[in-house]
């Protein structure tokens, strides 16, 4: 199987900064879609930003100009650098990891971290 420990979560004030990572490890065959989403209390989980294996991203309207999402496929590893964090922000974070296995894709899913911004 194939886990993904995450790090970076915590308490921040408004304007702050923070930068998430998210460790793969396992049996990985190949890596493709790679990505962040966040949940808050009663709140579906929605996606935040991806990066594919070419390293094209895709943001969601809310965070676009402040993170920034990346890869090092060396380390199997992705980031979200989090700038100009707003109260809003606040919420459980997951990185998402999109393998492709012999039979086909498969996702996995980091344990969350909590992100709260303070005003």
Known sequence: QVQLVESGGGLVQD?????????ASGSIFSIDVMGWYRQGPGMSRDAVATITGGGTTNYADSVKGRFTISRDNAKNTVYLQMNGLKPEDTSVYYCN?????PFGYRDYWGQGTQVTVSS
């Open 97 to 101: 990891v999109k393998i492709r296995e």
């Open 15 to 23: 304007g702050g900064s923070l930068r998430l990572s998210c460790a």
